[in-house]
């Protein structure tokens, strides 16, 4: 091909194809993008100021967290459990109230100790303290107990059967306690107590003893005396002076009544605990006083 062919056909194609391009329509331009082209050689991005404040996102620390799907997630609350009997672990809880005991001294266990006597009921009560965590709980008390017993046949197992006194008693006793107790919970409102109660009773009041003398009565009828030799001398001695309204003197003052008395008590029972700002419980033990029965009535703090 010689070389002006070669000129003529490639002005042709040239022309050809310029002619194809301007017959096609222009592509749209993507948004933002400015569609001029740039000058060869020069970079396109505009420089930054030296004096730019850098882009801050406001509230970026305050974004809601996102769930696995890309949708906030709601935030979660403390539970509250209002006045729910429910108890949490590791949290102590505070309790204040009343309890009420009645304490049985059955007869064989004054027989221990002396022949004659009986079988003597006492009522006692007052507040209490409670502090509770994880199942266990300490429980302070200062109660008052009335050991008041009629007039009853008694005499020391040592002594003669010429020794009978008859005793009446006046004496009462202000305990100050602490009950130990673990819980086997059933269900939040329902748990068996179990565990030991100790503490120190502070002992007041009069323990009167009169010599005695057989009544008609046969067998366990015994009468006071009068006075030294009245009105049966055999029995109604001069060797003491326990008549009319003789008052056995304390430990302090060398005689039997004592002035203090400990208090020693396995226990059970039960709880119930229906809400959280109240509590009540039935106590069953059995101690130095002898067995017991009693209620407990507590508001949660």
Not at 3 to 10: D, K, N
Not at 103 to 114: S, T
Not at 228 to 233: I, K, M, N, Q
Request: aromatic fraction near 12%; hydrophobic fraction near 40%.
């Amino acid at each position: 091909m010689s070389p002006r062919f070669a000129l003529s056909f490639a002005l042709c194609a040239f022309m050809l194809r310029a002619g194809v391009a301007a017959a096609q329509p222009a592509d749209e331009a993507a948004p933002g993008v400015d569609p001029t082209p740039a000058a060869p050689g020069v970079d396109p991005t505009p420089e930054a100021s030296g004096d730019a404040e850098p882009e801050v996102v406001v509230g970026a620390s305050e974004a809601e967290p996102l769930d696995p799907q890309g949708n906030e997630a709601p935030l979660v609350e403390a539970p509250d459990h209002g006045d729910s009997a429910l108890e949490l672990p590791g949290k102590t809880y505070y309790f204040v109230g009343l309890r009420y005991r009645t304490i049985i001294i059955p007869k064989f266990m004054v027989n221990l100790f002396g022949d004659g006597g009986r079988t003597v009921v006492v009522h006692s009560g007052g507040p209490e303290f409670a502090i509770r965590k994880d199942g266990f709980e300490y429980n302070f008390g200062l109660w008052l107990a009335n050991y008041a017993m009629d007039d009853t046949p008694f005499k020391s197992t040592s002594d003669t059967e010429k020794a009978w006194e008859i005793v009446n008693s006046k004496l009462k006793a202000l305990y100050i306690t602490s009950d130990f107790l673990w819980s086997q919970e059933f269900t939040p409102a329902f748990s068996l107590n179990y565990g030991a109660g100790v503490g120190l009773g502070f002992m007041f009041g009069d323990l009167n003893r009169v010599q005695a003398y057989p009544g008609p009565g046969g067998s366990g009828d015994y009468q006071r005396c009068t006075g030294p030799g009245d009105p049966d001398p055999e029995f109604c001695g001069d060797d003491n002076d326990h008549y009319g309204s003789y008052s056995e003197p304390s430990w302090a003052d060398g005689g039997g009544k004592p002035i203090v008395f400990p208090w020693l008590a396995l226990q059970t029972g039960l709880r119930f605990k229906p809400a959280k700002s109240f509590v009540a419980r039935l106590d069953l033990g059995f101690g130095t006083s002898g067995f017991f029965v009693g209620l407990g009535a507590d508001y949660g703090l």
